[in-house]
């Protein structure tokens, strides 16, 4: 039993690492220096320009994904969509939320996405 503990102990330390490769892969956009974000910023404006609505938990999930066993307070998000929110406005863009039914989550729209793109 406990050897099988302790490989899937492993396995699971490897799949962590895997996922933390890919998701520096995908959230790795070239984003405008000009916006001054931080680094943790520019992944949740990458991850908003890839996907078409994005919740709070995938948010959590591709910061977080490695801290499992302390993870941060969930305002976390709301705070990074502010900050955003701010740096993004004087160019036009605006960051939109959904609530209500289903996973609240956030969304940017494509014309918004290519405004975004261009300041590059």
Excluded: C, Q
Excluded at 7 to 30: I, Q, S
Excluded at 87 to 99: E, N, R, T, Y
């Amino acid at each position: 039993m406990a050897t099988e503990v302790e490989r899937l102990r492993e396995e699971n330390d490897l799949l962590r690492l895997r996922v933390e490769e890919l998701e520096g892969l995908l959230l790795n956009a070239d984003l405008p220096p000009s916006l001054g974000l931080s680094r943790t910023a520019g992944r949740v404006l990458s991850l908003l320009l890839a996907r078409t609505i994005v919740t709070k938990e995938a948010v959590m999930t591709a910061l977080y994904s490695i801290a499992v066993e302390d993870p941060p307070d969930d305002k976390i998000v709301a705070a990074f969509i502010f900050s955003l929110r701010r740096k993004l406005a004087p160019h036009g863009v605006a960051i939109h939320s959904k609530v209500g039914r289903g996973a609240p989550g956030y969304w940017i729209t494509n014309e918004d996405k290519a405004k975004v793109r261009a300041l590059s």
